[in-house]
């Protein structure tokens, strides 16, 4: 997933991913509640979510140190999709992964005495090597996995989406090939051991795609994956031969190729070159680069 920000006249934006500059500012704004605290407990289970995926979710306990506004409980709970249930685990692209020890500036809604995620900031993460321009969670047991296409997008006709997406697939190759091997009309995600991609007919705030990857959490080995391209933002082909030139969105492969790379196992990072980079601008072109063939070969 990449995020969106806005600083004054350019945008940026978060994949499945959260805009900063302005979001900053209104997370503030919304945030009944902003706490520093360390984590005390995570529990994984099965749920849907308001459009009607069923994925594995995790309840959140914190220990709060330090009140920076609004006043809460000693502790406090939250719930946030991805977590791991038995053998189990489930990462999704724009939400953070929590563990035991942590210490987080947590920015919190709270509605209905429930509270609402809406930002975190790692205050002492556990110490680990920098992971430059690649970092990596999970990996097929193979270099190849094919999936399912739903190509209704309000942007291109079926050819043109298909091409846009098997240009963003194929910019991983030869390192990992993704294969589209038939189409379907799903517009769900839940754990079924299919791949699939489809567009979701909502606006998604800043985020603009979502994937889900599932995997066994002792093999380490994925078992499926579930794309969600939010279909609120503008798409245009990488060559302008689809659409008109792309301008206010994004080239709909640029989008795809960032997020084949969580399908195949790897994470954000901090390269600005990378397109695991989580953040993207407007018409953006750059697909798959070198350095993160190089990251995947570290798996593959």
């Given at each position: 997933?990449?995020?969106?920000?806005?600083?004054?006249?350019?945008?940026?934006?978060?994949?499945?991913?959260?805009?900063?500059?302005?979001?900053?500012?209104?997370?503030?704004?919304?945030?009944?509640?902003?706490?520093?605290?360390?984590?005390?407990?995570?529990?994984?289970?099965?749920?849907?979510?308001?459009?009607?995926?069923?994925?594995?979710?995790?309840?959140?306990?914190?220990?709060?140190?330090?009140?920076?506004?609004?006043?809460?409980?000693?502790?406090?709970?939250?719930?946030?999709?991805?977590?791991?249930?038995?053998?189990?685990?489930?990462?999704?692209?724009?939400?953070?992964?929590?563990?035991?020890?942590?210490?987080?500036?947590?920015?919190?809604?709270?509605?209905?005495?429930?509270?609402?995620?809406?930002?975190?900031?790692?205050?002492?993460?556990?110490?680990?090597?920098?992971?430059?321009?690649?970092?990596?969670?999970?990996?097929?047991?193979?270099?190849?996995?094919?999936?399912?296409?739903?190509?209704?997008?309000?942007?291109?006709?079926?050819?043109?989406?298909?091409?846009?997406?098997?240009?963003?697939?194929?910019s991983w190759q030869p390192v990992f090939n993704l294969i589209i091997s038939g189409y379907t009309s799903m517009t769900k995600v839940k754990q079924d051991y299919q791949n699939i991609v489809?567009?979701?007919?909502?606006?998604?705030?800043?985020?603009?795609?979502?994937?889900?990857?599932?995997?066994?959490?002792?093999?380490?080995?994925?078992?499926?994956?579930?794309?969600?391209?939010?279909?609120?933002?503008?798409?245009?082909?990488?060559?302008?031969?689809?659409?008109?030139?792309?301008?206010?969105?994004?080239?709909?492969?640029?989008?795809?190729?960032?997020?084949?790379?969580?399908?195949?196992?790897?994470?954000?990072?901090?390269?600005?070159?990378?397109?695991?980079?989580?953040?993207?601008?407007?018409?953006?072109?750059?697909?798959?680069?070198?350095?993160?063939?190089?990251?995947?070969?570290?798996?593959?």
């Amino acid at each position: 997933m990449k995020k969106l920000s806005v600083l004054f006249l350019v945008f940026i934006f978060l994949l499945t991913f959260q805009g900063l500059a302005d979001k900053t500012v209104k997370d503030v704004e919304d945030a009944t509640h902003i706490l520093i605290g360390e984590v005390t407990g995570i529990e994984g289970y099965y749920d849907y979510n308001e459009y009607g995926d069923y994925l594995i979710f995790s309840r959140v306990t914190v220990r709060v140190d330090k009140e920076l506004k609004g006043r809460a409980e000693k502790f406090v709970s939250f719930s946030i999709e991805g977590g791991e249930v038995g053998e189990m685990g489930l990462r999704v692209s724009n939400t953070p992964v929590f563990k035991k020890g942590q210490v987080h500036k947590l920015y919190l809604k709270k509605l209905n005495a429930v509270y609402k995620l809406l930002k975190q900031e790692k205050i002492s993460p556990e110490a680990k090597p920098a992971a430059g321009c690649c970092a990596t969670f999970a990996r097929w047991s193979s270099n190849q996995a094919s999936f399912l296409l739903n190509p209704n997008c309000n942007d291109m006709n079926t050819n043109c989406t298909i091409g846009e997406i098997d240009r963003g697939s194929g910019s991983w190759q030869p390192v990992f090939n993704l294969i589209i091997s038939g189409y379907t009309s799903m517009t769900k995600v839940k754990q079924d051991y299919q791949n699939i991609v489809f567009f979701r007919k909502a606006k998604g705030g800043s985020t603009i795609a979502v994937t889900y990857t599932w995997y066994n959490r002792t093999t380490g080995l994925i078992l499926e994956f579930d794309m969600m391209i939010y279909d609120g933002w503008k798409y245009f082909s990488f060559d302008n031969t689809c659409t008109a030139a792309c301008n206010g969105g994004f080239h709909l492969s640029v989008i795809a190729a960032h997020e084949f790379g969580h399908a195949i196992g790897l994470d954000h990072n901090d390269c600005t070159t990378s397109i695991m980079y989580p953040y993207a601008d407007y018409c953006d072109t750059a697909l798959v680069q070198p350095a993160d063939r190089t990251c995947a070969d570290t798996i593959y």
